[in-house]
C-alpha cells in the first residue's frame, strides 16, 4: 500500500515468508540463501549465526517446504527457489486446499440481526475486502484516502462489473487520485475533511461501521440488523447531501 498501504502494512519479508508456513528460522535462512547464494549449513551457521543441527534443520525443512533445493556434490550445498516461483507454488497449493476444505465443511449460517465485534487490524481490512467483493448489486462507502488507496483493485473489480459504486472521500484525495478515470461509472462525493471513520454498506443488507483501524486494539462492528442499516443509510445520506452542497458553494 502506497501512501496508504505502507501505513497499514509494514514490509517486513521475515515475517511475511512465516505466512507462506516458513517459521521465522527457516525463514531467515531462506533470505540467507537469497542474499549469500548456495550454501552448506557450516556456512549458514556463521551467516545466520544459528547453530549447526538449527541449519541443518532448517535447511532441510525448507526443502521439504518447497522453499530450496540441494546441489550435487559433498558438501551439500542448498540454493533457494525463487522467491516469485516459491510463493507461486504454495499459493496454488493453498488454493487447492481451500476449495477441498470448502466443500467438506459445513454451511455457515446466515446472521440473523445479529453484531459482531471484530477486533484487530487485520481483521478489519480483510472483512472490509471481503464486505466489497461479495456486494451483489450496490456499495456505499466513505474511507479516508489510506483505505481507498489500499483497496483501489477491489473497487476496479465492483466498478468493472457495473454495481453500483457511491465513494465519500476528501475532495483533496479526489482531485489527487482521479478515482473517477480509474473507476469509470461510480460516484464520488467529496468531503472538506479526510472521513475518520470505516462506514460500509452493501446490498442495503450489511454495515462495517468503526474507527479507521489502526493496530490490534482496533475494533469494527459488523451487522445486518435492519434497523442498523437503515441508520447507517440515512446517514451516509446526509453526508453526501452536505459534501455536495459544499462542493457547489466553492464553485465560482
Request: glycine content about 6%; charged content about 25%; aromatic content about 6%.
Amino acid at each position: 500500500m502506497n501512501e496508504a498501504h505502507t501505513d497499514i502494512t509494514a514490509i517486513d519479508p521475515l515475517t511475511l515468508l512465516t505466512e507462506f508456513g516458513l517459521a521465522r528460522q527457516e525463514a531467515a535462512v531462506y533470505l540467507s540463501l537469497l542474499s549469500e547464494g548456495p550454501m552448506n549449513g557450516y556456512e549458514v551457521t556463521k551467516v545466520v549465526g544459528i547453530s549447526r543441527s538449527n541449519a541443518y534443520t532448517a535447511l532441510a525443512s525448507l526443502v521439504d517446504k518447497g522453499a530450496a533445493w540441494t546441489l550435487e556434490g559433498s558438501p551439500t550445498r542448498y540454493t533457494p527457489v525463487p522467491a516469485r516461483e516459491f510463493t507461486d507454488n504454495r499459493l496454488s497449493r493453498l488454493a487447492s486446499s481451500r476449495e477441498r476444505l470448502i466443500a467438506c465443511l459445513p454451511e455457515k449460517r446466515e446472521l440473523t440481526g445479529g453484531y459482531v465485534t471484530i477486533k484487530g487490524e487485520a481483521q478489519i481490512l480483510d472483512r472490509l475486502r471481503h464486505l466489497i467483493l461479495e456486494a451483489e448489486e450496490r456499495l456505499y462507502l466513505s474511507l479516508d484516502s489510506r483505505l481507498l488507496e489500499a483497496f483501489r483493485a477491489e473497487l476496479s473489480s465492483v466498478a468493472a462489473s457495473g454495481k453500483r459504486l457511491v465513494v465519500i472521500a476528501s475532495r483533496a484525495y479526489l482531485e489527487r487520485a482521479a478515482l473517477a478515470e480509474s473507476l469509470p461509472g461510480a460516484e464520488f462525493h467529496g468531503t472538506e475533511d479526510e472521513p475518520t471513520a470505516i462506514r460500509a454498506i452493501a446490498d442495503s443488507r450489511f454495515v462495517l461501521s468503526g474507527e479507521t483501524p489502526s493496530g490490534p486494539n482496533a475494533s469494527c462492528l459488523f451487522s445486518d440488523e435492519r434497523n442498523l442499516v437503515e441508520l447507517f443509510k440515512s446517514a451516509l445520506k446526509n453526508e453526501i447531501t452536505l459534501a455536495d452542497l459544499a462542493a457547489r458553494k466553492e464553485l465560482p
